[in-house]
């Protein structure tokens, strides 16, 4: 599927593009391409422009997982998207396939969380540490499916694997997450987590934006892909 089909709002200043799981947002080592590349490449063919292209990214989401990833067009943007985000004046809202129903079925998690970059993985501390950041979400139960539990997840912090991390040490394993304890993979390689929505005001008109991503993949064989939450 093309840029061009997964575009979710674009605007002067913004591009917000539903990624795919499997797609990598940013380089590594790898060599595949990733995601603000092949952003920058739909801008110069479609506006027909020369020399390097801008595109900054606004906030990351991990490879397996799939949705919303918001780019700005112009360094102003990303400068003032950059602002919002660090004041938290945004709102993103995830949807979770969990192999089991927490046993509260809608509360804030405030955790410690501290990145073993050797391992790429994130370790949960339910107190404060030396060294370990603070990391807040909150989440609702949404559906009971046959063998697991729609969650809608409210981001508060952007850490490192942070829902998929907090939520298996609450005892709620996202679906496909082997990393995070997961009982099996999906078919697709994915994760069950989605970027579903992301709200805020924009950074040069100030008028409120919200945006919605569909479903995908492995959640959309499962949830509809035209699902909706509310």
């Known amino acids: 599927m093309?840029?061009?089909?997964?575009?979710l709002y674009e605007d002067n200043h913004l591009i917000i593009v539903n990624k795919l799981a499997g797609e990598i947002v940013q380089g590594d080592k790898t060599g595949d391409v990733p995601l603000v590349?092949?952003?920058?490449?739909?801008?110069?063919?479609?506006?027909?422009?020369?020399g390097n292209v801008f595109c900054g990214l606004v906030h990351r989401i991990d490879r397996p997982v799939s949705g919303a990833v918001i780019f700005a067009k112009t360094s102003k943007a990303l400068v003032r998207m950059n602002e919002i985000v660090k004041q938290r004046e945004i709102s993103k809202t995830y949807l979770?396939?969990?192999?089991?129903?927490?046993e509260i079925p809608e509360q804030r998690l405030t955790?410690?969380?501290f990145r073993n970059e050797k391992l790429n993985k994130t370790f949960v501390s339910h107190m404060e540490k030396v060294g370990y950041v603070?990391?807040?979400?909150?989440y609702r139960m949404v559906r009971t499916l046959t063998n697991y539990t729609l969650l809608e997840v409210e981001l508060y912090t952007g850490r490192h694997h942070q829902i998929r991390a907090q939520l298996s040490a609450n005892g709620t394993v996202i679906k496909g997450?082997?990393?995070?304890g997961a009982r099996r993979s999906n078919s697709d390689g994915s994760i069950s987590l989605h970027s579903y929505k992301v709200a805020?005001?924009?950074?040069v008109s100030h008028k409120s934006v919200s945006?919605?991503?569909?479903?995908s993949g492995e959640m959309a064989k499962i949830l509809g892909d035209d699902f909706q939450t509310l």
């Open 2 to 7: 093309s840029i061009a089909d997964r575009i």
């Open 37 to 50: 590349d092949a952003v920058k490449n739909y801008l110069k063919v479609t506006y027909n422009k020369p």
């Open 211 to 215: 945006v919605t991503a569909p479903l």
């Open 96 to 102: 979770a396939i969990v192999e089991k129903a927490p």
């Open 200 to 203: 805020f005001d924009h950074p």
């Open 177 to 180: 997450d082997l990393k995070y």
């Open 134 to 138: 603070k990391a807040e979400l909150s």
């Open 111 to 113: 955790d410690w969380l």
